[in-house]
């Protein structure tokens, strides 16, 4: 039915930039809110940045000043400025939706697959 495609994960050094993008498609009707998720080894599965409709964004504190997730040209796509990246970023990024698809009257949630995000010299 709904779909998350991402896209833009990749291996890059420490200080480099990455921008990876996520794209909903299918029975959509109305997305509320956008984002990342980051799942590193070891780690619990913690929030990277929402967006919403209306442009209100959260960040991760670690995240924070480094990272911008934004709009695409339509809001069915949602890009994630990846800036000043360190080893520590190092994980699988999973974009997240909350939508009401066309075929239901609530919000489900919905994620992708996730893309790797690798820092390393």
């Known amino acids: 039915q709904v779909q998350l495609v991402e896209s833009g994960g990749g291996v890059v050094q420490p200080e480099g930039s990455l921008r990876p993008s996520c794209a909903a498609s299918?029975?959509?009707?109305?997305?509320?809110?956008m984002g990342w998720d980051c799942h590193a080894p070891g780690k619990k599965r913690e929030l990277v940045a929402t967006?919403?409709?209306?442009?209100?964004?959260n960040y991760q504190d670690s995240m924070k000043g480094r990272f911008t997730i934004s709009w695409g040209n339509s809001e069915n796509t949602v890009y994630l400025q990846m800036d000043s990246l360190k080893p520590e970023d190092t994980a699988i990024y999973y974009c997240?939706?909350?939508?009401?698809?066309?075929?239901?009257?609530?919000?489900?949630?919905?994620w992708g697959q996730g893309t790797q995000v690798t820092v390393s010299s």
């Open positions: 997240h939706a909350n939508l009401i698809p066309r075929t239901a009257d609530w919000a489900v949630q919905y």
């Open positions: 299918g029975s959509t009707y109305k997305i509320n809110a």
């Open positions: 967006i919403t409709s209306g442009a209100r964004r």
